[in-house]
């Protein structure tokens, strides 16, 4: 390479980096990182992963994703952070830390919801998952791009101290919730007192006692190893939070709009191969949870009482929702 190319590539690499942020220009080809909490084999992470296998593809190799996983890059909140500026080009967060952004989305973090994981899939895959993925885009000062919905599932009670079978087995127990004041509120209203803490800090938060135990679906509470420190699972089925892939809005606009297209193409068919991967997780964890010597699963013995405990939840966060409540009870 002569002087002269050499001072170009280095401008164009510049202004690749300026243009883009996240997405780092290496040459003809553009790096697009990616971050998830969960390690590599994790369902969210691994059909991120083959969207941008899909999309490298389709492009003839002009873009590549690059994963961090297993909270290489931090906590969710920081991940969304990166990809706001566009240091980062996209991350999958749980609608917990999205909420504080786009407001909107906040109805999918109501306690109980959804009727079941299959009702939750219909909304998510309908008019109204496609809508509330527009209002993350069009936002005014997110900075981000909703690309896909994934299924995270069921939450439910672990700790450390007792099975719980009805609220008041929380009482006095301190629950690690994500850091989104409804959350806070839902495990106060169910009779624990909820902590807000980034996931990074769980396992030793539990283990060294500064909480007694947190709330997750099966594959997380197996996967980032709180089965070790939080014997008690018990299925209080209380939030089903679904997932989010954002985008940063600088990488988008930095695409072609047939690219941005596939982007929103690929982003749609990640969030069906995602739960495929995601039903086959939920048995392996079950398995795992079944044979770890000590740990103890539980059925609730009235699933009503934890219904009915979070009504000031509704009370306090559902008002502004209700059209939106009754449009997702709607679907069918
Ligand atoms: C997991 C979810 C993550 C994060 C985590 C948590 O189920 O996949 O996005 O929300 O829970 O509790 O922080």
Redesign the pocket.
Known sequence: MNRRDALLAGAAMAFGLMAAGGAAVAADKIVLKAAD??PLGYP?VEAVISMGKKLSAATNGKYDLQMFPAMQLGS?EATLQQVQIGALAMTR??V?PVGPIVDEVNVFNLPFVFRSEEHMRKVIDGEIGKELLKKISDHPTANLIGLAWMD?GTRSVFNKVRPITKPEDLKGLKIRM?GNPLYVDTMNALGGTGVPMP?PEVYNGIATGVVDGAE??QP?YVSFNLISVAKYYSFTRHLMIP?IVVMSKKVYNSMTPDEQKMVMKLGFEAQQEERVLWDKKVGEAMETMKKTPGVQVNEVQDPSAFQKAVKPVWDKYGAKYTKMIERISAVK
Do not use: I, L, P, Q
């Open positions: 909490v969960h969210t969710e967060v749980s917990g995270s994500m996931m997750n679906n997380s997932e």
